[in-house]
């Protein structure tokens, strides 16, 4: 800023350029702020979808190596969505030739065409049936080697006969504590005979995440699944972003198809539902999948399960908008209200033939764009650190539920390995030793090998346990990970 001065007389110019100098140095210092600005405590520095961000770099970078940079794209962009068309409306026709005729992808259809001959697929699954069979015989030839051997096993009828006059003296005097099982003989105890309805209070029913470091590997066994031809899903073509229309309703208010994530078809179809089974969505909340299985029409009766009674009440609706309420399907439909992750209160023991545990998870593609109920909040961090260890008890429930010979599908949307192959390995640990129950897992390979071909799903190659869907943005579904467990004990 410039100053200008006044000419004056020689005897003032000095005591007037004290003056002004003085006012301006006022003036100047009058404006500046006094105190520094201030930052609500309350204002977030940084939002939880960037922290989610910040989680996945930290943790998937390292192992997705040169893949997490398309992955981390696809998770960013707007996912792909399917179309299932409702077998129970009265203009299905119509609206599956609507489905037909914007050039979409019929993906049961697709998939069928290119699966194996029926010969060869009945051919593999004797082949693997007999596998089966085999490790029960080797399981139960081990447990009566076992009880045979032990040399205090006398016999119940001779040691009646002998009445209160035998007398067997004690070959040794016992002491303190000696009544008390080792842990071979627990593990002898526990694991003899299946006791799936044992009580163990929550309180006592510890998860560390390292059962399965030190137990024997988890067995794996091919598996052939039957694809049911009534699911009329249908999906855009690889690198086609379009949408679907919104759904026709008919003369009795039934909606005529909805929108889903096309990963979420994948457990499913690894259901291999059979028309006599008993099946069990144990958190069928908010209903997609629960709708997916009543539209193969393969089960005798389906329960859905869920804890909340908001949740509860949402899944009811989405059931009434798009099933008759007087319809045969809708009888074969029973509602359960019951805490999944409780191994305490859990008595839903050994009485399904299928059972989908789609556990509630980090949820990655909604945790890295949404900010309101993210789990990557600082209110949620005991939450979300604690989920490793709830979803392990939710899926040991489900491997009680089911009976010997029954399935038992795992699935969540996130690339964790904590919350996939770690819980379903500590989970089937933890099932054999508490509960006395034996499993072995359905490589979903040859399903991964169908779906591959349509050219609208992308698989981790690098999977030691599970299927795990990899979103990329040419056809952006998932992430989805999925594991199917057969009960042999």
């Given amino acids: 800023m410039s100053i200008n001065f006044v000419s004056l007389p020689k005897k003032y110019s000095k005591h007037y350029l004290q003056i002004n100098l003085q006012h301006f140095q006022q003036k100047a210092n009058y404006g500046a702020p006094r105190f520094k600005p201030k930052i609500l405590k309350t204002k977030p520095l940084r939002t939880p979808s960037m922290l989610a961000l910040d989680n996945f770099d930290f943790y998937y970078g390292p192992l997705f190596t040169n893949k997490w940079p398309s992955i981390r794209l696809g998770l960013l962009m707007p996912n792909k969505f399917a179309a299932v068309v409702n077998r129970f409306s009265s203009s299905f026709e119509v609206n599956k030739n609507i489905m037909e005729s914007l050039g979409t992808i019929n993906l049961i259809k697709q998939i069928v065409k290119d699966r194996d001959p029926?010969?060869?697929?009945?051919?593999?699954?004797?082949?693997?049936?007999?596998?089966?069979?085999?490790?029960?015989?080797?399981?139960?030839?081990?447990?009566?080697?076992?009880?045979?051997?032990?040399?205090?096993?006398?016999?119940?009828?001779?040691?009646?006969?002998?009445?209160?006059?035998?007398?067997?003296?004690?070959?040794?005097?016992?002491?303190?504590?000696?009544?008390?099982?080792?842990?071979?003989?627990?593990?002898?105890?526990?694991?003899?005979?299946?006791?799936?309805?044992?009580?163990?209070?929550?309180?006592?029913?510890?998860?560390?995440?390292?059962?399965?470091?030190?137990?024997?590997?988890?067995?794996?066994?091919?598996?052939?699944?039957?694809?049911?031809?009534?699911?009329?899903v249908f999906i855009h073509p690889p690198q086609c972003i379009d949408g679907f229309p919104g759904p026709i309703r008919d003369e009795q208010n039934v909606s005529g198809w909805w929108l889903l994530d096309g990963a979420s078809i994948l457990p499913v179809l690894a259901l291999d539902l059979n028309e006599d089974d008993i099946v069990l969505d144990m958190c069928a909340s908010p209903g997609g999948k629960s709708l997916l299985i009543t539209q193969t029409g393969k089960f005798a009766s389906l329960v859905c399960n869920d804890n909340k009674l908001s949740r509860l009440g949402q899944l009811r609706r989405a059931l009434a908008m798009y099933i008759p309420a007087g319809s045969e399907a809708a009888s074969r439909i029973i509602l359960k209200r019951k805490d999944v992750s409780s191994v305490e209160s859990w008595d839903e023991c050994g009485i399904y033939d299928k059972v989908l545990l789609d556990a509630p998870c980090t949820s990655d593609r909604l945790s890295a764009n949404q900010d309101d109920n993210n789990i990557f909040a600082t209110d949620k961090t005991t939450e979300r650190l604690d989920l490793p260890q709830k979803q392990t008890k939710m899926l040991i429930n489900a491997l009680r539920s089911v009976r010997v010979g029954g399935s038992v599908i795992y699935s969540t949307c996130t690339l964790a390995p904590t919350q996939n192959e770690l819980v379903v390995e500590n989970a089937v640990v933890l099932a054999q030793q508490h509960y006395g129950i034996k499993f072995v897992e359905r490589s979903l390979k040859r399903m991964e090998k169908l779906l591959k071909r349509t050219g609208l799903y992308r698989f981790s190659d690098q999977q030691q346990r599970g299927s795990l869907v990899l979103p990329y943005i040419v056809s952006n579904f998932g992430p989805m990970f999925i594991c199917k467990l057969q009960r042999i004990i």
Avoid: C
């Fill in 118 to 232: 029926p010969k060869e697929v009945e051919i593999i699954r004797k082949r693997f049936d007999s596998k089966l069979s085999k490790l029960q015989e080797n399981k139960t030839n081990n447990l009566i080697s076992t009880n045979s051997s032990n040399p205090i096993d006398y016999d119940v009828e001779s040691r009646l006969e002998s009445g209160m006059e035998f007398y067997l003296p004690p070959t040794h005097e016992l002491k303190h504590g000696e009544l008390e099982p080792s842990d071979k003989e627990m593990e002898l105890i526990e694991g003899s005979e299946p006791n799936i309805r044992r009580i163990i209070y929550d309180s006592k029913f510890k998860v560390t995440g390292l059962e399965s470091l030190d137990a024997d590997p988890l067995i794996t066994v091919d598996d052939s699944l039957i694809y049911p031809r009534d699911l009329q």
